[in-house]
Nanobody, 125 residues
Framework: QVQLVESGGGLVQPGESLRLSCTAS????????IGWFRQAPGKEREGVAV???????YDVDFVKGRFTVTRNNGENTVYLELTSLNTEHTAMYYC???????????????????WGQGTQVTDSS
């Protein structure tokens, strides 16, 4: 499994942006599809976006136009850019490495087997 660490979360004002980072030690993230997931208080964990090894991205409908997933292979980091944040975006955000190195499409929890500890995003309104 891949050891993942998320960072970049915080307390934000409505309309602000954040960039979350996902890094790994001992593994090369470029070899895996990396998914971003979130879990709001009292709700189940849900998929947000995926970036495949070849750079293809998949976003779920509720984040289109607001969240962007990118990767910097030289820095061994995957990013999730969050824009126009509001209360509905308050959640713990997790990155995850897929169990396969093949393209996996939209983020489904069952396709992933390595998880970070999460980073909290909270709307201050």
């Amino acid at each position: 499994q891949v050891q993942l660490v998320e960072s970049g979360g915080g307390l934000v004002q409505p309309g602000e942006s954040l960039r979350l980072s996902c890094t790994a030690s001992g593994s090369t993230l470029a070899e895996y599809p990396i998914g971003w997931f979130r879990q709001a208080p009292g709700k189940e964990r849900e998929g947000v976006a995926v970036i495949s090894s070849d750079g293809a991205t998949y976003d779920v409908d509720f984040v289109k136009g607001r969240f962007t997933v990118t990767r910097n292979n030289g820095e061994n980091t995957v990013y999730l850019e969050l824009t126009s944040l509001n209360t509905e975006h308050t959640a713990m955000y997790y990155c995850s490495a897929a169990a396969t190195r093949e393209r996996v499409g939209l983020p489904r929890i069952q396709d992933y087997n390595s998880w970070g500890q999460g980073t909290q995003v909270t709307d201050s309104s």
